[in-house]
């Protein structure tokens, strides 16, 4: 509706448009509006405005991306150098293992002879006249020997040193806290881990004592 205004009167006009015709003006309204506002508020600075700060950065960059190639060339050299290092790696000989033999021959260097003395005299029994049956188990009442009980282990009474085989000495330490030949207390600790001494180190003792004359 338009209203025109003349000397004394006014007239009324009603334009005659269709609502595609509303569109298309409010369409071309609004692209003028962003043309101009977009024309006012982007503008592309000058060479004058660039800012020398502006510069160093943008030569920065620049000479960022020249320098990433020449990264990449070494990176790819680096396998071959591992490559390389690996086979030198598998040329160098293994070493030689140990025999048996070397094995027993540095164990028994480890113990002298007096030191072996001295554990055989420890194993002796308390009696006053030593026999055969001092050194037999005071269980089975068997005298320790080779192959018969390799592997059992002998366990010695702290108090009066008779023997007895390891077996035979924790079925015993399950009901009785005390010797079976002299009647002593065992210790809890002896009774949870008691001394084994192989029945070869015994049995070398025996022999040790009968070489001195002290077995009658």
């Known amino acids: 509706m338009i209203f025109i205004f003349t000397e004394g009167s006014i007239f009324l006009l009603e334009p005659n448009y269709s609502f595609l015709d509303l569109i298309f003006v409010i369409f071309n309204i609004l692209l003028f509006l962003f043309l101009v506002v977009f024309g006012l508020v982007k503008q592309k600075p000058s060479i004058s405005e660039i800012s020398p700060e502006a510069i160093r ?103 009066c040193k008779h023997p007895a085989h390891a077996d035979e000495f924790r079925d015993w330490t399950r009901n009785s806290g005390l010797c079976s030949r002299c009647d002593s207390p065992l210790p809890a600790s002896f009774r949870r881990n008691p001394r084994i001494i192989p029945t070869r180190l015994y049995v070398k003792a025996i022999k040790y004592f009968k070489k001195k004359g002290e077995i009658q």
């Open 57 to 159: 950065r943008r030569r920065r960059e620049v000479q960022r991306i020249s320098r990433t190639p020449a990264r990449r060339s070494r990176s790819q050299t680096r396998p071959q150098r591992t490559q390389q290092s690996t086979s030198n790696r598998k040329r160098r000989p293994k070493p030689k293992p140990k025999t048996q033999r070397s094995k027993q021959t540095a164990r028994s260097k480890k113990i002298s002879k007096e030191e072996l003395i001295k554990r055989l005299k420890s194993m002796k029994p308390k009696a006053g006249v030593l026999s055969l049956e001092d050194f037999k188990c005071i269980f089975c009442f068997q005298l320790p020997s080779l192959p018969e009980d390799k592997g059992r282990g002998i366990v010695l009474c702290p108090s």
